[in-house]
């Protein structure tokens, strides 16, 4: 990936969890000098020892870079990270660039823009999409927004960080706007494929030979190729865990309030989630959906029996 309009820039990248420690690694795979933060000291001690530098806190973190990568759960977390007690924007040189990750209501990333831009640095609404595995390959699709002048001041680093990168608009809230709309198709087609492999259980089906079946044939889509084989395999750590999806669809009921618009389906897809976090499933791996469906029935999976909910 070309990197040349931020060449020479320092970048921090916030927060190294699956997503963001792939996405600091393909920065620094792009010849950036990249400095990592996370709560975690050890994972911060792996990614220095890997790829890069290491900052003991946001401040050192933010200190002497050009642009920051947050890359953190939720608005709140961004938030926190940004406007919190030692927070980025209390150390944050002068004009530097805020590329805000996490996915989060519009009306959240227009107000942290506002906030950011107050104090003289620039904001980019950058959510992603692609999962831990092209974080790594530095082949994400990015959904930018923003003002002209911040994106172009980052377009090498998303540019590294991306095989897809829209360019949506000139204002924050709209790549968040986008990014929802793909929220609310992934949790849907979660909850259809988890229910379908268990719904192909009950029927006595070899489910490995369904899988075989289904991503040939018209009813496959990217989440039931890229899910079920947690299913089959039985492996429920979390690549996208359970709880991301509670957040995420619970923002889509909130707008779909908001906007008197229906989701239905989105809804009852949202229900399957919180159910199978009220199991136990939280911090479990998103295909634990079908670890409810089973449950309920009755069945087992490969892996843990139906009763077992650790």
């Not at 259980?201 to 075989?212: S, T």
Request: net charge negative.
């Amino acid at each position: 990936m070309a990197t040349t309009d931020s060449s020479g820039a320092q970048l921090s990248v916030i927060g190294l969890g699956s997503m963001g420690y792939g996405m600091a690694q393909s920065l620094a795979k792009g010849g950036f000098a990249v400095t990592g933060f996370d709560t975690r000291p050890d994972v911060v001690a792996k990614f220095a020892a890997e790829h890069g530098a290491g900052a003991v806190s946001l401040a050192e973190a933010a200190a002497t870079a050009d642009i920051l990568v947050i890359v953190v759960v939720n608005a709140d977390q961004t938030q926190q990270v940004l406007l919190g007690e030692g927070g980025l924007l209390a150390s944050a040189k002068p004009g530097a660039v805020i590329v805000s990750c996490a996915t989060m209501a519009p009306e959240r990333a227009r107000a942290l823009a506002e906030a950011v831009e107050a104090t003289g640095r620039h904001y980019v609404d950058a959510p992603i999409s692609g999962g831990a595995t092209r974080a790594a390959e530095g082949a994400l699709t990015m959904l930018v927004s923003g003002r002209p002048e911040a994106i172009a001041k980052a377009r090498g680093a998303l540019d590294a960080m991306s095989a897809k990168l829209y360019l949506l608009g000139d204002e924050s809230g709209i790549g968040a706007s986008f990014k929802i709309v793909n929220q609310l198709l992934a949790g849907v087609h979660i909850a259809a494929a988890s229910e379908a492999i268990v719904f192909a259980k009950r029927l006595g089906l070899d489910i490995a030979k369904v899988y075989e079946v289904i991503t040939a044939s018209a009813g496959n889509s990217w989440m039931f190729e890229n899910r079920m084989p947690h299913v089959l395999e039985g492996d429920y750590s979390p690549k996208s865990a359970v709880e991301i999806f509670t957040k995420d669809l619970g923002i889509i009921a909130d707008i779909s309030r908001s906007e008197k618009f229906a989701t239905p389906i989105a809804s009852s897809a949202l229900q399957m989630f919180l159910m199978t976090a009220a199991a136990g499933m939280g911090k479990d791996d998103d295909a634990s959906v079908a670890r409810l469906y089973a449950m309920i029935a009755g069945l087992d999976l490969p892996g843990a029996p139906a009763s077992d909910k650790d």
